[in-house]
């Protein structure tokens, strides 16, 4: 097995060096990566194969000692569970998927080659970072995945904005790695090992340990480290506050959107939470607070896809929403519900996205939804297929997303923990908001008048098969995933040996389940399933039949919708506080410090003529000696004035 | 004297006799076999490498009067300094021919001044020290002022002078200030009676602050760190890339022979000192090094924040600790080398690739460089696997380990600041149009060069404790 | 007496560096340096080190100082661009002076090792016992000295050194056999009209 894991990750590489740096045609360049990928793809199938229905024992090897320093061993390893087999299928599926894709719709740009390399790279780190068994790989990973995340956000970098996003998504990554980083560093204080398994083994030990980080003040160990490690998964998969890259990330092209900003990389926090459900579940403070916070972000993050015009960020803020869901999930001890709804929205969303952007193909890159709409007649396949991804995101009785949204909703209800009462009623309205964004997206883009102009309406025509295709493909998950997985991850022992959820906290209990009809039924008298219809009911009031009406209500609430156009302040805050602020610091240095004391008299003098060189600089260098030595005569007085009279 | 002794001395004996014979030789060479200078000093800078490998000791040695140690700590900077001198002379060679001041002074003082570094690095006596430390100086000023006809060499070498011998100046009056306490100025004799020093503790420590600053200036730290910048900048680059590099260690051998072989007694006073240099060094260097247009410049912010991370590992005061930081001056030499020699590269007559827009799209002219330069500018932002977040790694566990868990915070924190600056050099390499078109000119044994140091930071990242053990052994360790 | 003589040169050693740093001439100041050079001899003198008392006047004030003199006269430099921003750096630089004088201050006045200076015989040449040491003990010390002067040699030659090409220089015979015609040309120009 060792040789396949090896081959799974190493293929993407493979495609991705020789896409990458041997200056390849296109046609080699997708070949190869599409190789690649597909590779990687059905070895991952045969080891989720052999794992699952063969009996496969669970994969725990470290593969090579990188360093040992002191008794901290730096290694490379696999664990492969079935928790990891399952991430492996979904990423290497939809990776694939968008491989294809992008034959279509990178058609005409230059950049084609170095695509292919940053998304088989991509495929590689997500990889890595899945099937990692220890900290110090999951952090390269972790990393890995968002250096191709900034560079693909940038892609396009004669675009201003493009780069602009690039530079935000790299700073508000810092923050959420630093504290990632911290969790790690604390975890090898106190467990002295980075290996997951050694980790685990040893919760029981620390389980009551406090420390002091203010002193007098004592801290759970497990809260501080939960809670640092969270930080991190707030920052990659865009939980509020650190939300505030993804939207902006739609500035990349479309299917590293499908790929990396919907279905992979952002659930990398949700599948890292649950892998680290050991720690989680020793600290109920933590898990409120990722219950808080998922809440948050599943609610408010919805509100915005309302008022949003682009039909990428309308799509994007509807990810951050689910994301919340997912999180909310990890909250409330539901692990298993919350990596059944990150694989179900990978399908969805990544099909979601891949419609909009055949969507966009067609329209000749015009992302505006008001400039659209009546294109049900002329592209049927992604009409079909973006019906099909807003049915399984609303949760309609059946599709995908209605098992594992309604399991979520479920669960939140159950569970006893601080927050839990306001997390189930934000979770319950999010589903009617999710569904209001949904079919507002789908009626103004798909029905209604005809809005383009007349020289893009004469070209409306459906992509070619390279863009359809993977939307029929992914359109089929999209259907029947959810029916087919939920009795073995949510009831089954599927996840009996990856994801540990303390007894009391467990609320998927096998006797409560009576097959996937019952669990329709038993729905169809909760309130969610009434909710997405009213949802849908409302959304086809405003924008089918009563058109004129979401103008009124605009101007009636023309506040309200000031906040949400605003994103709630967040962007102006970051810019005026965080931006605005280290600005200030940075040109105070620079030009206190800096430019007035050192450049001001320093030979930079290249751009300069040389009469100003002779000039200013004979007058300025005894000055700046004088200030030099000064400098150095004063530190020496401080260090004796600190050192020795103190 | 006797000739085990001499045997002892033969690396610096060669060296001084062959950097003489090649002062000769070149007085009376025409100017078209120049070349010979430059291939006989690096043909003596292999021959004392040979030697300092073959008489490799195993333990600490004392000769001439207590005033010369070997010690494999000794041993290991000296191999690092020839080989590293050895490279910069490769990398200057064609840079000084373009340039038309190909000069064999250039090469003599070169060895003059590795001859300075080695008695620093071996000495055991402040004299000594203090000898050392001035040939290394004076030839280094000299250096730095020999492009004549640039002004802006001349006034870097005015300022380098002028401030270098202040701080001699202060350095002297610290060790006479210990000299008049003790009476000695060996540093064994030294160690032992500041041991029985403990009531003149006031006293000791006022020399001790004189020494420290010293110290702080030849390394560059913050706040006696004005000459850095401005030296860096305004001397021609292969000249920059021979101060920037070897010279930080045999700095670093002078830190510890005088810190620590010296006054150990007194660490704990010394660390506190250590302790403010490496955090402003770390803040001034990380921050100000953002706001920079010219790579040189920018590499000299860069430089004054790896001093303070170096500074990191020797204030924790005890030998894992320098065993840490020795690996950070080490790795940090080759990265610099690494990163001047690229600037060398690039530039030709009438050029200087100086700033920082002259590497827009470096990767369009050229992937290869380009993919180098990356290893290298990761490598000082400290990106696993390279070489420089090993460094990085082992100074903050060192600290962790002796319980300065904030003081590793803050350095974690500035290393993420000072992460910014090296992106920004790599975005352009990768993400903007080049300005400059024109091919670059390199010779093969640059190109060879350059790679080779490039591929040596990813590999030694690659396998950190064949460094490692090396530093380790160092301080017997391992 | 000997506490006398002390005080005398002592207080003469200060009053000769204040004024070194306070005149406004250079020369005064050079000669005002030779003056503080001659004190310090004089307590060198008081200690029984009359080596270093000589050298000091031979070497200092025999050689250096006279070589200063002559370029502070060669460069003619203009006193009142020295002076220029005195006054403005005058403030904090006193503060900062006095600050490490007052730190330097209580740290020798507050509690220093008592030593006594060692008292030799009186036909104990130190000349004769430098001598002794300054080649067996303080070898390699004194190697390192006689490398840094070389370096400094070749530093010296090395930047003021111009190859003969660039040189100009005269050639007398040249000088002798020049004629009229390259010297002088004679130009006939048309009167200025009047006005």
């Known amino acids: ?646 | 004297m006797t000739l085990i002794e001499l045997n002892m001395l033969m690396p610096e004996i060669i060296l001084l006799s062959m950097a003489s014979l090649i002062l000769i030789i070149d007085a009376f060479l025409p100017d078209d076999l120049r070349d010979l200078t430059y291939q006989l000093s690096q043909g003596t800078l292999i021959g004392v490498g040979l030697v300092i490998f073959s008489t490799y000791p195993q333990q600490t040695e004392l000769a001439l009067h207590g005033m010369f140690v070997t010690d494999p700590m000794g041993a290991t900077l000296k191999l690092f300094i020839v080989g590293i001198v050895f490279f910069t002379f490769l990398y200057s060679r064609s840079y000084l021919k373009e340039r038309n001041f190909f000069k064999g002074e250039y090469f003599t003082l070169g060895l003059f001044a590795t001859l300075g570094m080695l008695i620093m690095v071996s000495a055991h006596n402040m004299l000594v020290i203090y000898l050392g430390l001035e040939l290394l100086s004076l030839s280094l000023y000299a250096m730095v002022a020999m492009h004549r006809d640039s002004q802006s060499a001349t006034e870097a070498a005015m300022k380098y002078f002028v401030l270098g011998a202040i701080a001699s100046g202060i350095l002297l009056y610290g060790m006479s200030m210990l000299y008049g306490m003790t009476g000695t100025l060996d540093l064994n004799e030294l160690s032992q009676s500041l041991s029985t020093l403990d009531e003149y503790h006031t006293a000791l420590v006022f020399g001790l602050v004189f020494i420290v600053v010293g110290l702080a200036f030849k390394l560059g730290a913050v706040p006696f760190h004005m000459w850095v910048p401005d030296v860096y900048q305004g001397s021609p680059t292969s000249v920059t890339l021979f101060i920037s590099s070897a010279p930080k260690l045999a700095a670093f051998a002078m830190v510890m022979r005088l810190l620590v072989d010296g006054m150990g007694h007194l660490h704990s006073d010394w660390q506190d000192m250590l302790i403010l240099l490496s955090i402003l060094s770390m803040a001034i260097g990380n921050i100000v090094a953002i706001s920079q247009t010219n790579i040189k410049r920018m590499l000299a912010y860069s430089t004054i924040s790896h001093v303070g991370f170096l500074l990191l590992g020797i204030l924790t005061a005890d030998k894992a600790g320098y065993a840490a930081s020795m690996f950070y001056v080490v790795s940090y030499a080759l990265m610099t080398l690494g990163g001047f020699g690229m600037i060398l590269l690039l530039s030709r007559a009438g050029f200087e690739a100086e700033n920082i827009s002259d590497y827009k799209g470096l990767n369009e002219r050229n992937s290869w460089f380009a993919f180098i330069m990356l290893i290298l500018m990761l490598s000082m932002m400290g990106v696993p696997p390279m070489l420089g977040f090993w460094a990085k790694f082992s100074v903050v566990m060192q600290l962790i380990n002796s319980g300065m868990l904030w003081l590793a915070i803050v350095a974690v924190l500035f290393a993420v600041i000072g992460a910014f600056y090296y992106l920004r050099i790599i975005w352009m390499m990768y993400f903007e149009k080049p300005e400059e078109t024109a091919p670059i000119e390199d010779t093969m044994d640059m190109r060879v060069a350059v790679s080779a140091n490039g591929l040596l930071v990813l590999g030694l990242g690659l396998m950190p404790h064949t460094l490692m053990t090396i530093c380790l052994s160092a301080f017997s360790l391992v | 007496m000997i506490k006398f003589t002390f005080y005398f040169f002592s207080i003469i050693l200060i009053f000769a560096a204040m004024r070194l740093i306070t005149v406004r001439n250079p020369v005064h100041a050079a000669l005002f340096l030779v003056l503080s050079f001659f004190s310090s001899a004089s307590i060198w003198l008081l200690l029984h080190a009359e080596f270093l008392a000589i050298a000091l006047i031979l070497v200092y004030v025999g050689a250096v100082m006279v070589l200063f003199l002559f370029v502070v006269m060669m460069l003619d430099i203009n006193v009142t661009m020295i002076r220029d921003g005195f006054a403005r750096y005058m403030p904090v630089a006193t503060l900062v002076g006095v600050v490490i004088l007052v730190e330097m201050g209580l740290v020798i006045f507050s509690h220093l090792p008592e030593v006594q200076p060692v008292v030799m015989a009186a036909d104990v040449s130190n000349t004769k016992m430098l001598g002794q040491v300054l080649y067996t003990i303080y070898v390699y010390p004194f190697e390192i000295a006689a490398v840094i002067l070389l370096v400094a040699m070749v530093a010296a030659i090395a930047l003021t050194h111009i190859p003969r090409t660039r040189m100009k220089y005269q050639t007398p015979s040249h000088q002798v056999n020049v004629r009229r015609q390259d010297r002088v040309r004679l130009v006939k120009m048309p009167t200025e009209p009047k006005d």
């Not at chain 1, 020789?18 to 296109?26: D, K, M, P, Q």
């Not at chain 1, 299917?255 to 890292?272: D, E, K, Q």
């Not at chain 1, 729905?523 to 219809?533: D, E, H, I, K, S």
């Not at chain 1, 004391?597 to 030979?603: A, T």
Request: hydrophobic letters at 55%.
């Open chain 1, 1 to 646: 097995m060792q040789n396949i894991y090896l081959t799974i990750v190493f293929a993407p590489l493979v495609g991705a060096v020789i896409a990458g740096l041997f200056g390849v045609g296109r046609r080699v360049a997708h070949t190869v990566t599409i190789a690649g990928v597909g590779i990687s793809f059905a070895l991952s199938a045969y080891a989720f194969y052999k794992l699952v229905f063969a009996g496969g024992e669970v994969f725990n090897e470290t593969l090579y000692t990188w360093a040992v320093a002191g008794n901290v061993k730096l290694e490379v390893g696999f664990l492969v569970d079935s928790l990891t087999a399952l991430m492996m299928v979904v990423v290497t599926f939809v990776s694939w998927m968008v491989h294809f894709y992008t034959i279509g719709y990178m058609r005409d740009d230059p950049g084609y080659q170095r695509f292919f390399s940053y998304i088989s790279l991509f495929t590689f780190s997500m990889l890595m970072l899945v099937m990692s068994n220890n900290f110090l790989q999951l952090f390269f990973g972790w990393e890995a995945v968002g250096l191709v995340s900034y560079l693909l956000i940038g892609f396009w970098f004669t675009r201003e904005t493009a780069i602009y996003a690039n530079l935000k998504a790299f700073l508000v990554n810092r923050v959420g790695d630093f504290g990632f980083l911290l969790g790690i560093a604390a975890i090898l204080m106190f467990f002295d090992s980075l290996n997951y398994t050694e980790v685990f083994a040893q919760v029981d030990v620390h389980k009551d340990t406090t420390m002091q980080i203010i002193s007098g003040y004592d801290w759970s160990v497990m809260t501080v480290i939960c809670i640092l490690l969270f930080i991190g998964a707030m920052g990659k998969s865009a939980q509020v506050p650190l939300h505030v890259w993804l939207p902006d990330s739609m500035e990349g092209p479309t299917p590293i959107s499908a790929l990396i900003h919907a279905a992979t990389m952002v659930t990398a926090g949700i599948f890292m939470v649950a892998r680290m459900s050991p720690l989680f579940e020793l600290s109920e403070v933590a898990l409120s607070f990722v219950l808080v916070i998922g809440a948050i972000t599943a609610l408010f993050m919805g509100f915005l896809g309302l008022v949003q015009n682009d039909i990428k960020r309308v799509v994007a803020y509807s990810t951050l929403s689910q994301l919340g869901y997912m999180t909310v999930a990890l909250g409330a001890s539901a692990y298993a519900a919350g990596i059944f709804h990150l694989m179900t929205h990978a399908f969805f969303k990544a099909l979601l996205f891949l419609g909009a952007g055949s969507v966009i193909i067609a329209m000749h890159h015009e992302q505006d939804m008001r400039k659209m709409g009546g294109l049900w007649k002329y592209m049927p396949i992604t009409y079909i297929t973006a019906l099909i991804g807003s049915l399984a995101l609303i949760g309609f009785p059946g599709f995908a997303g209605f098992f594992s949204k309604d399991a979520i909703i479920e669960a939140v209800h159950h569970a006893d923990r601080a927050g839990a009462t306001f997390a189930y009623y934000a979770v319950l309205f999010g589903v009617f908001i999710t569904a209001l964004y949904s079919f507002r997206m789908f009626f103004l883009v798909f029905h209604g008048k005809e809005r383009m102009d007349e020289h893009t309406r004469s070209h409306l025509h459906e992509p070619s098969a390279v863009v359809t295709w993977p939307l029929i493909m992914l359109a089929i998950p999209s259907v029947f995933i959810g029916g087919l997985t939920i009795e073995a991850l949510l009831y089954g022992e599927y996840f009996q040996n990856a994801i540990f959820v303390t007894p009391e906290h467990n609320f998927f209990n096998p006797a409560d389940y009576h097959g996937v009809w019952g669990f329709v039924v038993h729905a169809l008298g909760q309130p969610p399933v009434w909710l997405a219809g009213a949802g849908f009911g409302t959304a086809y009031y405003l924008y089918m039949s009563n058109t004129e009406l979401p103008g009124r209500i605009k101007d009636k609430l023309e506040w309200l919708h000031g906040i949400l156009v605003d994103k709630y302040g967040f962007d102006r805050f970051n810019e005026w506080f965080f931006a605005g602020g280290s600005r200030g610091i940075g040109s105070f240095l620079w030009q206190q410090g800096d430019a007035k004391i050192i450049d001001g008299g320093l030979v930079n003098g290249s751009a300069k003529t040389v009469n100003w060189f002779s000039g200013v600089i004979r007058h300025m260098q005894t000055g700046l000696l004088y200030h030099y030595a000064f400098s150095m005569i004063l530190g020496l007085a401080l260090l004796l004035g600190i050192f020795v009279l103190w």
